[in-house]
């Protein structure tokens, strides 16, 4: 079974910094790009930015290029979503999904959401 | 950036009455257009790809049609468990994507 598998909720604080996990299993993880896509309280969805993990070519939405980093670690079918200094404002449910090339570049499956609070 | 637009943002209907979801795109997408379900408190599941290709397990009441700029989703017979929100997402500039606001389907 193809499975995303995110890490637990985190509460930080403005200035904090922050790494998000989604761990891939049931696929060869190369095979793929994971995408990052925001969902902010009661809101709808908004394209982060998208990795290849052959060779961490990645893509960002401007909205979120500069306060964002993707990254993966093959070696453990890991993707990471970081924040440098986080905001108030990047309270939010964050996903990750499978994402395919060109044609087939619709998002299957999703992982189950990480809940990021950025409070003081 | 290609801007989707998603109608109505609620939709109201009886179970077992038919859905009519539709998501337009500012510029063609061709038929590079994926639809999402999304349930209260849970993640996101792929029900249609390619404008018009159900995923797999994905029940044949859900279907999907258009080209171009205009895409619909159809739900004929909804049933109790099809109360959600759904999103399009246009992939024709892959590797960049952009998803539609949502339709909150909701029973009536």
């Known amino acids: ?120 | 950036e290609i801007v989707m637009t998603q109608s109505p943002a609620t939709l109201s209907v009886s179970p077992g009455e038919r859905a009519t979801l539709s998501c337009r795109a500012s510029q063609s997408v061709s038929n590079k257009l994926a639809w999402y379900q999304q349930k209260p408190g849970q993640s996101h599941r792929l029900l249609i790809y390619g404008a018009s290709t159900r995923a797999a397990g994905i029940p044949a009441r859900f279907s999907g049609s258009g080209s171009g700029t205009e895409f619909t989703l159809t739900i004929s017979g909804v049933q109790s468990e099809d109360f959600a929100v759904y999103y399009c997402q246009q992939y024709n500039n892959w590797p960049r994507n952009t998803f539609g606001q949502g339709t909150k389907l909701e029973i009536k």
């Open chain 1, 1 to 120: 079974e193809v499975q995303l598998v995110q890490s637990g909720a985190e509460v930080k604080k403005p200035g904090d910094s922050l790494r998000i996990s989604c761990k891939a299993s049931g696929y060869s993880f190369t095979t793929y790009w994971i995408t990052w896509v925001r969902q902010m309280p009661g809101k709808g969805l908004e394209w982060m930015g998208n990795i290849d993990p052959t060779d961490s070519y990645t893509n960002y939405s401007p909205s979120f290029q500069g306060h964002v980093t993707i990254s993966v670690d093959k070696s453990i079918s890991t993707a990471y979503l970081h924040w440098g200094s986080l905001e108030a404002s990047d309270t939010a449910m964050y996903f990750c999904a499978r994402q395919g090339q060109y044609t087939y570049g619709y998002f299957d499956p999703w992982g189950q959401g990480t809940q990021v609070t950025v409070s003081s």
